[in-house]
């Protein structure tokens, strides 16, 4: 385990069934995030994502491994302890904003920073502060229904930080914005890790994302991949194995790999026009 | 309740609609209870009004005999001077008292009859028209002549007997019967001339207890009660004859409240179970999340029983300005009872709101809600 990190996983595994039913969703997974680091986590859905997110936030129980945040090993925490390990150290922002619909903004910050043990004037405070920082301080008292979709996330962001915590969690952070929404909250989430020091760990689809990365990883069948090592499908863009086992097409010897068998019959469709003589 | 941040309150009246109605339901459940306990405490009122009005320091009556109500009593001729020579006491007043019915051509109520000597203690506390009765006349509460359809100068039968209306009495009729007051020596003439109680007055210095104590030691083949103590065994009667049939319409009151509030917590939780995943997924414990819906069950029976006292109040209030004989009061005591039972329902009525958000996966709020 690297010393200086604000994250540390180690042979995280985690396998669901048993027997022949037996489904490993993360394989033997290690990752160190250090402080002021952003790692996005990229793969196709089913990949295991999602299961590594919510094993690395203490909502799911790893079958084997650590995971290691300020010095406590979630995986061998008691249930009852983990709401208040995530309390504390974990800020979370999630695709779907997941405001409380019934609270308004400030009231929903203030409630993060409630769990987290600050309470009354303290927490207030915080919450006027953060909102302020996210640009929203003439939004204090909306409600999530009066509010844009980039004004929730980045309600949800103020939240995830109301417990000034060392590591946020991503989960399609950027799914539900249109490009400008997108690109703003991307870099609120870096200036997370440059002017406050966090560790960010993204999950997304979104190769936009890629641009505030600093470390951009692979996961596919559970196991992270050498993403340099991977080839782009060229008709959805997604990150492919150059595996002669996965869909590819040879074109004027050049081999390329995609996603999907549809994706390689649309290009063979593609390419075929392309080169078929005029008026064929 | 997750600190300052008022989240149960916040989600329970989210939908107003449904907080406002079920709110009201509980509360008319509540005002069930409140009405049948101001009716139960008006009609103990009612009942112990002739002794509590008494100005009687202490009570003779024949030996075990503790009560007005149901009861028959007869004491020896000779213990009303006995009685009067005991040097505690300031006043005696004898009555004759039986159960009977007053008739008129058009109606028949069913009277406590009692015989009272004119001019002294033991006749009606209040004579709001006419005078008191001579040999041959009869006093009736002012209700009970408006329900007979009788005047001063009517006739009525009591005992048997034809009487004429010399004037009538307040306060002196119940949810049940109504009393009717005759001379004392009418009611010798009809029944007898046992004494059924003793009325006494305790000189100036004389507790009402020291007055027992004597009176109990001169009479001592009899039964020496003060006033007060009197009027808790007739208010007991009273309440041993009703208290199956409140019990259970009391209970009938809870569980429809119970059901109520039930239904306000279950739908307010299964409305908010996706943000109860959120609270989870950011470090809500379950314990604070069971303590969020208890708030709530809290906030829903304190409005209702807020609701429900003003309610109680309105109707009592009415009831007892157009109606004579029913009286219904509300007394702090029925208020406390009700509250309790009210925070009872509403505990077992979060149990299973609070099992459901128990079973809620915080990993629910990563998943998308589309």
Known sequence: ?280 | MFGRVPVARRMLFAERRRAALAVTGVAVALLLVFVLDGIFAGAIEQVTAYIRTSHADAIVSQQSVRTMHMSNSALAPSDTSRVRAVPEVAWVAPIRYATGIVVTPNDRQLAYVIGYQPGRRGGPHSLVEGREPRDGEAVIDRVAADGLGVRIGGRVQVLGRPFRVAGLSSGTTSITNTIVFITYRDFGRVRGSAVSYIFVGARPGTSPDALRDALAAAVPDSTVQTRSEFVRREASIVRDMSADTMQIMTFVALVIALAVIALLLFTTTLAHIRDYGIVKAIGGSPSQLARSVLVQALWAVALALALAVLLALGLASLINRFSDNIAIVIEPASVVRVAVGASVVAAIGALLPVWRIARVDPAAAFRSAA
């Open chain 1, 1 to 280: 385990m690297n010393t200086v990190s604000a994250l540390a996983v180690s042979q995280l595994t985690k396998t669901f069934g048993t027997g022949d039913l037996e489904v490993a969703a993360v394989r033997s997974v290690d990752l160190d995030v250090t402080p002021g680091e952003v790692v996005l986590i990229m793969g196709p859905s089913g990949s295991g994502k999602t299961t590594l997110l919510l094993m690395l936030g203490g909502m799911l129980r790893p079958t084997s491994g650590s995971i290691t945040v300020a010095g406590t090993d979630l995986a061998a925490t008691p249930e009852r302890r983990l709401p208040k390990l995530r309390a504390q150290h974990f800020g979370f922002v999630f695709q779907d904003f997941n405001l409380l619909s019934a609270l308004d903004a400030l009231e929903n910050v203030e409630l993060a920073a409630n769990l987290a043990g600050v309470h009354g004037a303290p927490a207030h405070r915080r919450g006027t502060e953060l909102l302020e920082r996210m640009g929203l301080a003439h939004r204090l008292h909306h409600r999530p229904d009066q509010l844009s979709g980039g004004e929730k996330q980045r309600v949800a962001i103020a939240r995830a930080l109301a417990n000034d915590p060392p590591v946020i969690l991503a989960d399609e952070p950027t799914a539900n914005l249109d490009s400008g929404m997108g690109r703003e909250v991307a870099r609120v989430l870096r200036s997370l890790a440059d002017d406050d020091r966090r560790a960010v760990v993204i999950v997304s689809h979104d190769t936009r994302l890629r641009d505030i990365a600093d470390r951009v990883l692979w996961l596919e069948d559970g196991t992270f991949r050498e993403l340099d090592a991977m080839a782009h499908d060229p008709i959805c863009g997604m990150a492919v194995e150059t595996s002669l086992d996965h869909p590819h097409l040879d074109r004027d010897g050049t081999i390329w790999y995609f996603c999907s068998t549809g994706c390689r019959d649309e290009y063979a469709a593609r390419t075929a026009e392309e080169a078929a003589p005029p008026g064929t």
